[in-house]
Nanobody, 124 residues
Framework: QVQLEESGGGLAQAGGSLRLSCTAS????????LGWFRQVPGKEREFVAA????????VYGESVKGRFTISKDNRTSTLYLQMNSLKREDTGVYYC?????????????????WGQGTQVAVSS
């Protein structure tokens, strides 16, 4: 199993940018499908983006398409989420997750490992 730790959250203004990082430890980082999810109090966790083990294929939730970019560096075992044109509704706790099957799906099923989360707050 892989251990995950997010960083890079914080406060940003609407229209601004933030980059989240997720550092992984453990074996086989390059064989996992990886994803980002977010959650606000009182709501279910929402799919944000996912990437295949090779990094060649990415998928995005409808609310972030065209604004967020997911990427990974297998050499450093790091997952990234570049967030541009931020909106207030992007506020939430962002989690990275790993799926050992290597198959990306737009929900939590299969994501067996999760980080602790990093808070993102967007002000208008």
């Amino acid at each position: 199993q892989v251990q995950l730790e997010e960083s890079g959250g914080g406060l940003a203004q609407a229209g601004g940018s933030l980059r989240l990082s997720c550092t992984a430890s453990g074996r086989s980082f390059s064989t996992y499908a990886l994803g980002w999810f977010r959650q606000v109090p009182g709501k279910e966790r929402e799919f944000v983006a996912a990437i295949t083990p090779s990094g060649e294929t990415t998928v995005y939730g409808e609310s972030v398409k065209g604004r967020f970019t997911i990427s990974k560096d297998n050499r450093t075992s790091t997952l990234y989420l570049q967030m541009n044109s931020l909106k207030r509704e992007d506020t939430g706790v962002y989690y990275c997750a790993a799926d050992p099957s290597g198959i990306i799906v737009e929900d939590e099923i299969g994501f067996a490992s999760w980080g602790q989360g990093t808070q993102v707050a967007v002000s208008s």
